[in-house]
C-alpha cells in the first residue's frame, strides 16, 4: 500500500482528513510520524501558496507523495479578513477561543446581513511528476455568540448558508458531508486515484 504524508501537526485537521480520506487506499501518515523535519513556516501571501510550500517541503525531504491544505475563514464586512492569518488572527501562540473572541469584537455591533463569509479551504498534492492545487469552499454567516462544541478552530461561529447548525453543533460525518474541507479533499481523492 503507497503512503501518503499529510503535512500537518494539527492532530483536529488530520483526524477531518483521514475521515474523508478513507476510501483513497493510502496509508496516511502525518508530520507526528516524521518527528526530525523541519518546522515549514507559513509566510506566504495567499491560501494556495501556503499550501504548496508545506507540501513541497513535506516531499522533499521525505520523498512521500504529500497533501497540504491551508484553510481560512474570510469576512466580506472585514475585506476577507482574517484569511490567511486564520490561524494566528489574535497572535502567534493564539488559542480557537483567543481568535473567535477578536474576530467577534472585530464584527461587533455589525448586524447580520453584513456578517456574511466564507471558509476556503486550499489543498497541494505535490509527489513524483504531481503538483495539483485543488480548492474548496463554503459560504456563510458568523454569529454574534458561539454555538456547539464540536469541531475547532472557528466553527462554533460559522453557521453553513442554508443551514440552521453552526459546524460546531454537527457531528464530524454531518460536517464532512458539506465542508469546505470536505469538498476540497473530494476533489483530491479523484487525484489520488490516478496516479497509483
Not at 486550499?122 to 455568540?145: M, P, Q, S, T
Request: glycine letters at 6%.
Amino acid at each position: 500500500m503507497e503512503k501518503l504524508l499529510l503535512a500537518t501537526h494539527n492532530r483536529h485537521k488530520a483526524e477531518e482528513i483521514k475521515n474523508l480520506l478513507v476510501a483513497s487506499e493510502y496509508q496516511i501518515r502525518t508530520l507526528s510520524d516524521f518527528p526530525h523535519l523541519p518546522e515549514v513556516v507559513e509566510d506566504e501571501p495567499t491560501l494556495e501558496r501556503n499550501a504548496l510550500k508545506k507540501a513541497r517541503a513535506a516531499y522533499e525531504v521525505t520523498n512521500i507523495l504529500s497533501l497540504a491544505d491551508d484553510t481560512g475563514l474570510e469576512c466580506y464586512y472585514l475585506e476577507l479578513q482574517p484569511g490567511v492569518y486564520s490561524a494566528r488572527y489574535a497572535g502567534k501562540n493564539a488559542t480557537y477561543e483567543d481568535n473567535n473572541k477578536k474576530l467577534l469584537w472585530a464584527l461587533k455591533a455589525v448586524p447580520f446581513r453584513r456578517r456574511s463569509a466564507r471558509f476556503r479551504t486550499v489543498i497541494a498534492i505535490v509527489g513524483k511528476g504531481i503538483e495539483e492545487v485543488l480548492e474548496g469552499r463554503v459560504e456563510g454567516d458568523i454569529l454574534e455568540a458561539p454555538r456547539g462544541t464540536n469541531g475547532f478552530g472557528y466553527d462554533p461561529l460559522f453557521v453553513p448558508r442554508g443551514r440552521k447548525k453552526t459546524y460546531a453543533e454537527m457531528t464530524l460525518e454531518e460536517k464532512n458531508q458539506i465542508s469546505h474541507r470536505a469538498m476540497a479533499l473530494k476533489k483530491a481523492v479523484e487525484i489520488l486515484k490516478t496516479i497509483r
